[in-house]
């Protein structure tokens, strides 16, 4: 996007680390754990203009959804996901597919 991009626009609530990008698409319909916690994934996240706010500003001014478009003709970023066994997730849990 020729400018730095804040993880912050994304409100992700947990991030993994060192998976291809879009990798979590492939997580739709499986079961996977973090933890002592089993998830499923449900649906892509299909990103809102949100992404397009300075995290510490507020104000708009980075076309995050047409990076998205344009460089991978999608929006999506992440993953919604429902807890099937609830538990605990700590910082240094990795992620497993089931």
Same mark, same amino acid.
């Given at each position: 996007?020729?400018?730095?991009?804040?993880?912050?626009?994304?409100?992700?609530?947990?991030?993994?680390?060192?998976?291809?990008?879009?990798?979590?698409?492939?997580?739709?319909?499986?079961?996977?754990?973090?933890? *002592?916690?089993?998830?499923?994934?449900?649906?892509?996240?299909?990103?809102?203009?949100? *992404?397009?706010?300075?995290?510490?500003?507020?104000?708009?001014?980075?076309?995050?959804?047409?990076?998205?478009?344009?460089?991978?003709?999608?929006?999506?970023?992440?993953?919604?996901?429902?807890?099937?066994?609830?538990?605990?997730?700590?910082?240094?849990?990795?992620?497993?597919?089931?």
């Amino acid at each position: 996007m020729g400018m730095p991009v804040s993880p912050l626009r994304w409100r992700g609530n947990i991030w993994i680390d060192g998976l291809e990008p879009w990798a979590e698409q492939s997580w739709l319909g499986q079961k996977f754990s973090i933890g *002592t916690v089993v998830l499923e994934g449900v649906e892509p996240i299909v990103r809102c203009l949100a *992404t397009t706010a300075n995290p510490r500003t507020g104000k708009r001014d980075a076309d995050t959804l047409g990076a998205l478009k344009d460089g991978w003709n999608h929006q999506n970023f992440g993953l919604y996901a429902r807890v099937i066994e609830s538990g605990e997730i700590s910082i240094e849990d990795t992620l497993e597919l089931l």
